[in-house]
């Protein structure tokens, strides 16, 4: 049973940084491309940014400059470095595993989700 379990949401005045952390079990972790996706109020979820198997990253135009995604296959862990927040990234953001190793944005397992929140 493939399980995502986000941590390191919170609360962040604009211009201040959060790092995301996702850790996964039940997979081959290394071999799949891995994702964060967010949604906020009354929108729609939206990709955020996309590693593959091979640590290539991937970035909304949104969020490029800004954050960072990387992955630790030895912790089996995948990371959102968040900096230079904004209140538009307020939203619940999502872990999620995609089903093969490229970053496609179609995710076949997803976790709970972490609160962002940023004040201006």
């Known amino acids: 049973q493939v399980q995502l379990v986000e941590s390191g949401g919170g609360l962040v005045q604009a211009g201040g940084s959060l790092r995301l952390s996702c850790a996964a079990s039940?997979?081959?972790?290394?071999?799949?491309?891995m994702d964060w996706f967010r949604q906020a109020p009354g929108k729609e979820r939206e990709p955020v940014a996309g590693?593959?198997?091979?640590?290539?990253?991937y970035y909304a135009d949104s969020v490029k400059g800004r954050f960072t995604i990387s992955r630790d296959n030895a912790k089996n862990t995948v990371y959102l470095q968040m900096n230079s927040l904004k209140p538009e990234d307020t939203a619940l953001y999502y872990c999620?595993?995609?089903?093969?190793?490229?970053?496609?944005?179609?995710?076949?397992?997803w976790g709970q989700g972490t609160q962002v929140t940023v004040s201006s």
């Open positions: 999620a595993t995609e089903k093969t190793g490229w970053v496609r944005y179609e995710a076949d397992y």
């Open positions: 039940g997979r081959t972790f290394s071999i799949y491309a």
């Open positions: 590693i593959n198997s091979r640590g290539t990253a």
